[in-house]
C-alpha cells in the first residue's frame, strides 16, 4: 500500500508538480491511508516536492470548502487521495472555490470502476485494486503468524471480512 503512495506521487512529481497535497481519512497506524501517506512521504524525501504539513489533511468527513488544505495561501497543484469518495469532495470544492484541479494533476485509490462512475471521475487517473487479492494476502499472513509468532506481542487488525476465503491454519 505505501507503493501505491509513492508512484502516485513520483507521478506528480514527474509531472513538474513541487506542491503536492494528501487527502485521506483518518489515519489509523498500519492501516489504508496511512500506508499511502508513508509513500507519499517517502517520494517526497531527496525529491524538489515542498515540504509543507498544511498540504497533509486527513478526515472521515466529505470536504465542504472550509478545511485547512483548501485554505492555505499558496495551494497544492497537485493532490493524492488514497480514497475515490473524497477525491470527488475534493474535486467538488476546488471548483466550487473557482480553482477546479486538472483531471492530471490529481491521483486517486479505488476498487473499481463503478465508483469512479458513480461520483463523476472517469478520466482522472487511479491505481485499483483488487478487494479479493488484499483479503487472500492478508491470511496468507495471518497464517504465517500463526505457525510462527512474532519475537515480540503484535496486535492484527483485518478491516475487512471475506466469505470466500479458506478457514485459517494453525492455532
Known sequence: ESVMGEMATRRLLERGHRRIGFVSGNLVEGLWNTQWLKGYQRA???????????????????????????????????????????????????????????????????PDVRLRERYGLNGFPWIGYDVNQLAAVAVQQLQHVCQEPAPCSMEIVVPFTHQDLPPLKGN
Do not use: C, F, W
Open 44 to 110: 517526497a524525501m531527496n525529491s524538489p516536492m515542498e515540504s509543507d504539513p498544511q498540504l497533509i489533511h486527513s478526515s472521515n468527513e466529505s470536504l465542504t470548502g472550509s478545511e485547512p488544505i483548501l485554505a492555505v495561501t499558496r495551494p497544492a497543484t497537485g493532490y493524492v487521495v488514497p480514497d475515490i469518495r473524497l477525491a470527488a469532495s475534493l474535486v467538488t470544492a476546488l471548483n466550487a472555490k473557482g480553482t477546479p484541479i486538472a483531471r492530471e494533476s490529481i491521483i486517486m485509490s479505488g
